[in-house]
Nanobody, 121 residues
Framework: QVQLVESGGGLVQAGGSLRLSCAASGIIFSINDMGWYRQAPGKQRELVAR???????NYADSVKGRFTISRDTAKNTVDLQMNSLKPEDTAVYYC???????????????WGQGTQVTVST
């Protein structure tokens, strides 16, 4: 089993910054993409940012220029630096990883438990 554990959420004022971290552990053969998604109350879960094993990134238009995703491939960790936070960034943020447990297994999606980010006005 692969576990993803997030940390770093919390309450911040608009214009402030937070850094989210996620660590993957367990039986891992390889991890391809890692990323962050978020879900606000009454809304669908949406992509925030993703990063491939080679370091290519893509971001939601709403966070471009404010958020930066990074990863340590050797440690199976992914971080999300969030600057200039806005009230509309308030959501539960979920870490995601696409990986294999062994050379014989297919790729699967793994999710963290989520961490709350609240941005006040």
């Amino acid at each position: 089993q692969v576990q993803l554990v997030e940390s770093g959420g919390g309450l911040v004022q608009a214009g402030g910054s937070l850094r989210l971290s996620c660590a993957a552990s367990g039986i891992i053969f390889s991890i391809n993409d890692m990323g962050w998604y978020r879900q606000a109350p009454g809304k669908q879960r949406e992509l925030v940012a993703r990063i491939t094993s080679g370091g290519s990134t893509n971001y939601a238009d709403s966070v471009k220029g404010r958020f930066t995703i990074s990863r340590d491939t050797a440690k199976n960790t992914v971080d999300l630096q969030m600057n200039s936070l806005k009230p509309e960034d308030t959501a539960v943020y979920y870490c995601n990883a696409v990986g294999r447990r062994s050379v014989y297994s297919t790729e699967q999606n793994y999710w963290g438990q989520g961490t709350q980010v609240t941005v006040s006005t």
